[in-house]
């Protein structure tokens, strides 16, 4: 299983990013798909998560709700994760991580799988 994250860069305040997450050797479609996010110094935090529940539903952390969207592309096994109206208290290293869990979607110890993570940096 290998999960590539891609999409970071540097942007100023405000600004947008949209960040994927491709996958190979697993079905994203059939788990739960977790992004994180790390600054210097301080600890992985739940960002957002897709969960199969009849549909896909989405939860998001309460620091990114209404600025983050995330979105399957079923075809190309990825997820994307559109971000909006940047702050720099989101710089960080994004990760994209996949569970078996349902519940428990915000705790990183659940996941399985990890990308190995891209950079984002918003300047002020």
């Known amino acids: 299983v290998q999960l590539q994250a891609s999409g970071g860069g540097l942007v100023q305040t405000g600004g947008s990013l949209r960040l994927s997450c491709a996958a190979s050797g697993i079905n994203l479609n059939s788990y739960t798909v977790g992004w994180f996010r790390q600054a210097p110094g301080q600890e992985r935090e739940f960002v957002t998560a897709?969960?199969?529940?009849?549909?896909?539903?989405?939860y998001y952390s309460d620091s990114v709700k209404g600025r983050f969207t995330l979105a399957r592309d079923s075809d190309k096994n990825t997820v994307t994760l559109q971000m909006n109206s940047l702050k720099p208290v989101d710089t960080g290293v994004y990760y994209c991580a996949v569970s078996d869990y349902v519940s428990g979607y915000t705790q990183a110890h659940n996941y399985d799988y990890w990308g190995q993570g891209t950079q984002v940096t918003v300047s002020s």
């Open positions: 897709g969960i199969w529940s009849g549909g896909f539903v989405y």
